[in-house]
């Protein structure tokens, strides 16, 4: 059984949350989180399918390590990951991992996913057997669904077409999906999906989702005492 957030501007220091359920329990959330201007710093999150649902409003996540599998940060919240570690580990047979899956249901939400400066690896039981199943960045959730991955490593675990969709051609010319400034053996974009909502982001398109646009995080961010960048890296 997971744990579930609510309070405002709730912090969370050096805490493992686990929901030890296994592959096979399909959806076994480790953390559901819907409080807004929360932070998690130096957190573990670790699960398989569904890990890390940030159901909704401002969260902010620092140096944290996040293992599952399909879906394995998913919802509808406004979300930064930064100096983050995703580890994908080794689904059941025929399943295909994806690390995101965001839920935005409206074109006027201000809601996504945003990782920067993050690494997106496999898992010790899925590096041995990269060859076993596809690993993807997301996957819409929903028809508005919005994730970006900026400046982060990405390993060779990742499809190269980057990106899998949900049910058919559903959405994909109303999601917003960005890679930006990517590094690493999964990062070359040249035979990444060719959807209308998928983007090779300049710096103008990054600047919106850094942490001080996209979830106004100098209002809140300074009281907790916790580090974050508020841009991008230069």
């Given at each position: 059984?997971g744990?579930a ?18 592959p096979g329990k399909?959806q076994?959330?480790a953390?559901?989180?819907?409080a807004?201007?929360?932070?998690f ?6 699960g398989y399918?569904?890990?890390l649902?940030?159901?909704?409003l401002r ?6 390590d996040?293992?599952g599998t399909?879906d ?5 919240s ?8 995703l580890?994908?580990?080794k689904?059941?047979p025929n ?8 839920g ?6 201000n809601?996504?996913i ?5 690494s997106?690896q496999?898992?010790p ?12 960045l ?8 919005r994730?970006v991955v900026m400046?982060s490593?990405i390993g ?5 077409q ?9 959405g994909?010319?109303k999601?917003y999906?960005?890679e ?7 990062a070359?974009?040249?035979?990444r999906?060719?959807?209308p ?6 710096d103008?398109?990054a600047?919106?989702f850094t942490?001080y646009n996209?979830a106004m995080?100098d209002?809140?961010?300074p009281?907790t005492?916790?580090p974050f960048?508020r841009?991008l890296?230069?």
């Amino acid at each position: 059984m997971g744990a579930a957030v609510s309070g405002e501007r709730f912090v969370a220091i050096g805490i493992t949350f686990m929901n030890i359920a296994g592959p096979g329990k399909h959806q076994a959330v480790a953390v559901r989180n819907n409080a807004d201007l929360s932070t998690f710093y130096r957190c573990s999150f670790e699960g398989y399918q569904d890990t890390l649902y940030v159901h909704s409003l401002r969260q902010f996540y620092r140096e944290c390590d996040i293992y599952g599998t399909v879906d394995f940060i998913f919802g509808n919240s406004a979300a930064v990951f930064q100096n983050c570690n995703l580890f994908a580990r080794k689904p059941m047979p025929n399943q295909k991992n994806a690390v995101t899956a965001q839920g935005r249901t409206d074109p006027n939400q201000n809601t996504g996913i945003s990782i920067q400066n993050c690494s997106v690896q496999a898992a010790p039981n899925l590096s041995l057997d990269l060859n076993s199943t596809s690993t993807y960045l997301g996957r819409p959730w929903k028809e508005y669904s919005r994730t970006v991955v900026m400046q982060s490593f990405i390993g060779d675990l990742i499809n190269p077409q980057g990106w899998l969709e949900w049910n058919a051609n559903m959405g994909l010319d109303k999601i917003y999906y960005g890679e930006y400034e990517n590094y690493g053996p999964g990062a070359n974009t040249s035979r990444r999906v060719r959807w209308p909502g998928y983007s090779h982001m300049n710096d103008l398109d990054a600047l919106n989702f850094t942490m001080y646009n996209f979830a106004m995080g100098d209002t809140w961010l300074p009281y907790t005492n916790i580090p974050f960048s508020r841009g991008l890296h230069k």
